[in-house]
C-alpha cells in the first residue's frame, strides 16, 4: 500500500502576495498552490549549491556585460516574475527584461521578460522542465528559455523569436557552443556559464 497522498489547500493569488510579502522566505505560486523554491509544495526555502550560486552568477555577468547600453537589464534570483495568464508568481534564478522599471527601489515583481532561465538541481529539475516551464511559454513578450544542469554540464533552451511566433521545442544545447538568442541580438558562450564551477 503506498504513502496516503496529503491535501493541498488552494489559496488565491492575491492572499498569496500577502503572505509573500510578509515572508522571511522566498516561494512561487501556480494555480493556486504555494511552492517552495525547490518546485514542492510548501515546506520552506532551501539553499542552493555552490555549483548553483556559480552558475547563476557566470550567466547574470555575462548578460550584464553583453547588455549594456541597451535598453534591457538582467536580475538574478531575488525578483518577482508574474505571469497572469496562469495565475503563476516564479523567482527566476536569472532573467533579462526590457520595460522601463517605474521606481526600482519599490518595485518587488515584474509582468515582463524577454529571457528566463532557471539551474536545476535533483529537487527543481522535474518542476522546472514540467509545469513551470509549461506557465513561462504563456508569458507574452518572452522568447528564450534556458535551462542549465548543476549535475553536469548540461543545457536545454527553446525559443519564441518572433515573440507571436510559435515556441520550438525543448532541445539541448551543444555542449562547447555559443547560443545564439535573437531576441536579444546577442550570444550565449558556453564557457561563459560553466566556466569554474567545478563539474566534471
Request: glycine share 10%; aromatic share 8%; hydrophobic share 40%.
Amino acid at each position: 500500500m503506498g504513502a496516503p497522498s496529503k491535501a493541498v489547500a488552494y489559496i488565491e493569488l492575491e492572499d498569496y502576495l500577502v503572505l509573500e510579502n510578509a515572508s522571511r522566505y522566498k516561494h512561487e505560486y501556480l494555480d493556486g498552490v504555494i511552492y517552495a523554491i525547490q518546485g514542492e509544495p510548501v515546506r520552506g526555502m532551501a539553499g542552493g549549491s555552490a555549483v548553483h550560486a556559480d552558475i547563476i552568477r557566470n550567466v547574470g555577468f555575462a548578460l550584464h556585460g553583453a547588455l549594456k547600453g541597451s535598453p534591457c537589464s538582467v536580475k538574478m534570483t531575488e525578483m518577482r516574475l508574474r505571469i497572469e495568464a496562469v495565475d503563476a508568481v516564479f523567482y527566476p534564478d536569472v532573467l533579462v527584461h526590457c520595460q522601463h522599471i517605474g521606481n526600482p527601489a519599490t518595485t518587488m515583481e515584474l509582468t515582463e521578460a524577454r529571457l528566463v532561465i532557471e539551474v536545476l538541481s535533483p529537487t527543481t529539475q522535474h518542476f522546472d522542465r514540467g509545469e513551470k516551464l509549461v506557465a513561462y511559454r504563456q508569458l507574452a513578450g518572452l522568447q528564450h528559455i534556458i535551462l542549465l544542469s548543476s549535475l553536469e554540464e548540461a543545457a536545454w533552451a527553446c525559443h519564441r523569436v518572433p515573440a507571436d511566433a510559435q515556441w520550438s521545442p525543448l532541445e539541448p544545447w551543444p555542449r562547447g557552443s555559443d547560443l545564439r538568442l535573437e531576441g536579444l541580438g546577442l550570444g550565449l558562450g558556453w564557457d561563459e556559464v560553466y566556466a569554474g564551477v567545478g563539474l566534471r
